[in-house]
């Protein structure tokens, strides 16, 4: 029996067991040398200065008493005397520090309570005073002797009590001690402060005062009595009041809102008062009285007022607060301000204001428009009085030097702002005298030039084939040559250092002259085109499309693996703007069919193309640098679009594409960039198709003993279930069985 037509799968599983047995060998002798290992003696390891312990049927290295460390490879000494900020042996006390151990001593004019020069705080003893004058006294400190009948009894001395409480004591076998009678701190009064140094035991006094704004009339003392208790002071401090802010003349409180020590009331004059001197604000002192209560208020007062030139005032002589003057031009001028009145204000000024009276002016702003309409402002403070003009028109053509037109003509209006339409033919230059006569017999003339009518010069204007101009002229004759001067300027908003400038001139007698300039690409024009015999002038503006980008800088790479390296090389911007770059995988298959304008949103993930490219990264021009690496297949997102490994066992073309758009135009080049060739299978999937095809080895195997074993047991229980004997006919079963097992590992040795 064969699989496949030959001995390869027998051979490769015999190749799979050896290499089954090669990987699992090393783990087995490891184990059995972990195995083997002896158990090591904890306790014989123990340090010098710890002690071996059964916990939980373990051993562990402790260590003793005074010492601290993990118990087997150091124990150091514990510095007691470290502990409690050197408060282990209590006050009055030095701690002495021992290897493993520490000791205490009293310090001089003290003595151990156990009568010993040193000692441990854990019995009980502490440091008590020595009084060398009576250390020889059977009643011990502070105490006295009082003799009874066969006996004696101590008391103690005034100022000092027994710690029990008791009244007397008998020195023998008594640890009883006359301690003093203190008071402790005295009581905190409210408002108030102690006075001077103080002492705690009985009889002693404190003195008190109040805090500054406040005042007490009762006793200012308390005593130390002999219960340890401050007899209660009957001091009461109580706050400082100023009552009401006094009164100012012109003025009034514009805030107090307290009266207590400390509190401030602020003054502001009334109306039509100012503030002459003093302060404006005043203080509840610690008297209980308000200090710089001064303010001095005066009535404003702002005196004459100042006389405008050109002008009459009306004026009523008030030069209080807020009172007005006003002002009107005299005759023959005009206002021309703001407002025409005056204040008096706080400062005690009149305020400034843009009052002016200018003369009259009768013609004046004199503009152009329509055309051949003239119009003008007539400004004087005599409303309704009418004016005469005189006009003077004088018409002279282009091609004549005498003034061929002369016309004279008057007009009458009482407006504000005249208007006047001439009637004044195309193709001329004029000179307009305008005069005018007030009633105070003054003239003026003013002269004005109308020119000819500019959609006359330039009619009719057509832009064609991107780049060229034309236009039609009406003013001249096709015998009569004109000379037409054109300045160009270019700019690229997307490329501000960008400029393209031009001039020159063109001299025609076409009634529709064309014109075509090299412009560059992507570009916004304005083109200011003059006739040079009238000084007409016009302005055009024009916009070049951008044309295709250009075609990539790619040095091409012919590579193998799935994550090769690419070198990405900036363009510059010769015809447009550019906008994007574009990394396009392709079968190598489809590299002939490849149109560049394709795939213009063809991602990894899409299903909406027929071919099987995609786009795999996607670069804003402004971020890429010249010469910036590329990892095809990384696995990353570069823009919308994602970076998905090659495929093993494919072959590849890489294209790189640059885009420009502008103006919603899109144009776009290409280049071949790499070939991607016999991609191998990777380590990691060889490895991973040698163990899958080990597990399926043994899974069969496992499968074929489970199914003989099953024959097997059901083959002896029919042969042996007969209680005489095993008859021929019983053994077959296990024929089959036996034949079952050889052709299964037949099979698998195939």
Known sequence: MSLGGGRAPGLLLVVLVLLLVLVLAPCAGRRRAVVNQPVPDVCATCHIHATCHQIEGKSVCICNYGFVGNGRTHCQDKDECQIGANKICGNHTLCHNTHGSFYCVCLDGYRASNNNKTFIPNDGTNCTDINECEESGLCGHNARCVNTEGSYRCYCNDGYKLESGAHSFHPDGNKDFCQEIRCGSPPEMEHGYIVGNYSSVPGSTVHYECEEGFYSDEG????????????????????????????????????????????????????????????????????GRWD????????????????????????????????????????????????????????????????????????????????????????????????????????????????PEDVIFNITTSEDNPKVCLDLNSGSNYVVNITTISSTNTSVSVTVAVQTKVKEAFNNVLIFNDTCLRWWRNIRGAETEDRYSFHVQGQRWYQKEFLHEMTFNLTTHKQAPEVCFDLQPGTNYSVNISMVALNFSLMVSMTTRITDPPFPDVEFVAAKGSAPLLRLRKAEDRNGPISLYQVIVLPLGLQSTFICESFAAATFFSNTTDTKGYVAAEFQAKDVADNMPVALGDRHYYGKFYNAPLKLGNEYCVFLRIISEWNKVRTQSCAVWAQIKNLPPTLQYMTAVVFGSLAAVCLILFLSFSAARYVLQKAYMFCFSDSLSCQPACLKPLGWVINFMKNSFSFLLL
């Open 220 to 287: 200012k003392l308390s005593y130390c009595t002999a219960n340890e208790a401050w007899e209660p002071a009957t001091l009461r401090c109580k706050g400082v009041d100023c009552g009401d802010p006094p009164s100012i003349l012109n003025a009034h409180p514009a805030s107090a809102s307290k009266t207590t020590y400390g509190s401030k009331v602020t003054y502001n004059c009334v109306h039509g008062y100012f503030i002459a001197s003093g302060n404006q604000s005043a203080v509840c002192n610690a008297n």
């Open 292 to 403: 710089g209560a001064d303010l001095v208020c005066k009535e404003i007062d702002c005196g004459r007022p100042s006389l405008i030139p050109h002008t009459e005032m009306i004026w009523d002589n008030s030069t209080s607060l807020w009172s007005r003057v006003y002002y009107q031009c005299k005759e023959g001028y005009y206002f021309d301000g703001d407002r025409n009145f005056s204040e008096c204000t706080m400062d005690q000024e009149w305020e400034n204001i843009t009052y002016v009276c200018k003369e009259e002016e009768l013609f004046s702003n004199l503009s152009i428009f329509n055309e051949t309409c003239v119009k003008w402002q007539r400004k004087t403070g005599r409303r309704g009085v009418q004016e005469t003009y005189t006009f003077h028109i004088l018409g002279q053509r282009w091609d004549e030097e005498t003034f």
